[in-house]
């Protein structure tokens, strides 16, 4: 059995938890990922619905579909009512079977979570070609 890993929104008010692997762990750069992240994109791990568990005793959770996605298909994205963190989003073309954490959210061992797989990768292009590196 994997460890159980944990996470929650910025203030703490919504928490969850994930006792197995994720189906695929990737990094996102589609204009909604850039836009709630305030980066480039974000890294995102797919469960099963049922292996989440999601505590948010103060009722805090909110819902926003939405629907002018890249995919095509709308999205529910949940997030925390108190803070605006997003905890995660359900592609309704899986009928709330799967659903995508932020894995920058974990508590700990966010390093396990190395994207395998991106998505949308030529959104990201535009912004990063040619741009020069310096290291510190």
């Not at 919504?14 to 990922?33: A, G, L, N, R, W």
């Not at 995660?88 to 396990?112: A, C, M, V, W, Y």
């Amino acid at each position: 059995m994997t460890k159980t890993s944990t996470g929650s929104c910025l203030c703490g008010s919504i928490q969850f938890s994930v006792s197995t692997k994720p189906i695929v762990t990737m990094v996102c750069y589609c204009e909604d990922c850039r836009k709630g992240s305030g980066h480039l994109g974000q890294i995102l791990a797919k469960y099963d619905t049922k292996d989440i568990e999601i505590t948010d005793k103060d009722s805090t959770m909110k819902e926003y579909i939405v629907t002018k996605t890249q995919s095509g298909f709308p999205k529910k994205k949940f997030f925390c009512g108190n803070c605006g963190c997003t905890i995660h989003t359900q592609p309704t073309k899986f009928n709330g079977e799967i659903t995508i954490i932020r894995t920058t959210l974990l508590d700990e061992n966010f390093g396990q979570f190395v994207p395998s797989k991106g998505i949308f990768v030529d959104a990201k292009k535009s912004f990063v070609e040619g741009t020069e590196c310096e290291y510190y």
